[in-house]
């Protein structure tokens, strides 16, 4: 088989996938990258399952027409409502950030006391605990999820270690501590920006990036590139040009991409809901 | 002239209006109220002024298909990036939170001094302090203004008075408490649930209640109903049915509106914007 130079798609509902983003190219650097932040809707994790789904599949029809070969859903939220629909309807293969940071933890416990960390909306889907469930079989894990709505907008803030976000990780992270889990999934993809202040509330904890794990299932699926490619090449669109995008991509990434294109998406599929 | 018995229509981006609603049915308990939430692509805070004019746009061309003789729009950042142009193509009155306090917070102030609080996009825009500058002309005011992103996320988990929520709000208002202003313009419909903390913060300032200042304005443009009217007359649509909606607007209204009925308004205006 040759090697196949169509690029990867991955898609967010915002900035949030660039933490993904991240780590896709650096154990795949000689990819070419489309990236799709939908930061005219953000965020997702708020929203109704309905409503994320057709968000969803917009971002896939809109990468779709950039002939990707593999789609990354860099959102845990449109992964936790929106992956299997994706699966079924596009002809690539889709991977989600939930299998993958699930499937790890349950390699990571020694104890089999798993916490789960994400929005509203990925903890209400329970993701996370039937993706665990499934891969600890025959075991039997404790599960441990909370919903910390309030860290997104604290990450986007900058406020990465401030004492009004010690006090809200101390008053997330609560329960968890108190139920001796040895093993927590940053089920969102703004938490590895918290790592620090996660870490030290909790330093016997082993910290799953779900970005991480996500990018590692990516490189098991794509063949190669061959020689040694140091360029990176990724091509970024959004669909509203926030004053904030490039300071948080380049904080979100470790490095600059300069300004992103702008593209509507809301037409991409038919009043039929065909691409 | 005869009463006039067409409803008034009231959007915002999401909940956050029913603060200004809950002002309105208070002042006009006669009227019939059309309120459009736009749960699916709340917030407009973070998104660029093009966004939110199309959004705003689409809100009202929904309200104007339900026949309203008057358009508040419940919502600051529309308020600031879309009211000029809502005004010049709407047939029908158009009301903003931003003008009505602006000009009581000149009224209210003796040291002509005043601060602003609002999200990053109604900041940025400067609408209150060229509102204010105009309102208090030949006085030149210090205006001081202060962007306070979290205090949306802060007050839709409920956290209207925690521990964190206060060391938050001390943050924000630090530039405000030392530069000695007496009166502060809450610039955002989420932040009159926060006033409780706002007023411990700041006990000599004036706070001025955006939602209360624009539904005085509204009355002022609306000939009374006849007679007394008791029931309150309230139809709900938002765009997306969100899990948290029931909750939060009884907690913003003050009483329960039941369900409301999700409508699609991405079509409502044609490929030339035009209803």
Not at 2 to 21: A, E, Q
Not at 111 to 126: L, P
Not at 249 to 262: C, H, I, M, N, T
């Amino acid at each position: 088989m040759n090697y196949d130079n169509r690029p990867i798609g991955v898609f967010d509902s915002g900035i949030g996938g660039l933490t993904v983003l991240k780590h896709l190219v650096r154990l795949m650097p000689g990819e070419r990258f489309i990236y799709l932040g939908d930061t005219a809707r953000v965020p997702y994790g708020n929203k109704s399952p309905d409503t994320v789904q057709l968000y969803a599949r917009q971002c896939a029809a809109f990468l779709r027409q950039h002939d990707v070969k593999l789609i990354v859903v860099a959102c845990n939220t449109a992964s936790a409502l929106a992956l299997q629909v994706l699966q079924q309807e596009l002809p690539v293969p889709v991977i989600g950030v939930i299998e993958p940071a699930a499937r790890k933890a349950v390699q990571a416990t020694t104890n089999t006391r798993i916490g789960v960390i994400g929005t509203r909306a990925t903890i209400a889907s329970k993701a996370y605990e039937h993706s665990i469930t499934a891969y600890a079989a025959p075991t039997t894990p404790s599960i441990y999820s909370v919903a910390c709505p309030l860290f997104v907008p604290l990450v986007e803030e900058g406020w990465l270690d401030t004492p009004a976000t010690r006090l809200i990780a101390e008053e997330y992270t609560r329960p968890l501590r108190e139920s001796n889990i040895d093993t927590m999934v940053l089920g969102c993809t703004h938490y590895p920006m918290l790592a620090k202040v996660l870490a030290e509330l909790m330093p016997n904890c082993t910290l799953i990036d779900c970005g991480e794990c996500a990018a590692n299932d990516a490189r098991a699926l794509v063949k190669p590139a061959e020689g040694t490619h140091t360029q990176i090449n990724i091509s970024m669109f959004v669909t509203d040009q926030t004053p904030a995008f490039t300071d948080l991509a380049e904080r979100f990434l470790g490095f600059s991409v300069g300004q992103p294109e702008r593209v509507s998406i809301d037409h991409v599929l038919d009043d039929k809901g065909q691409p």
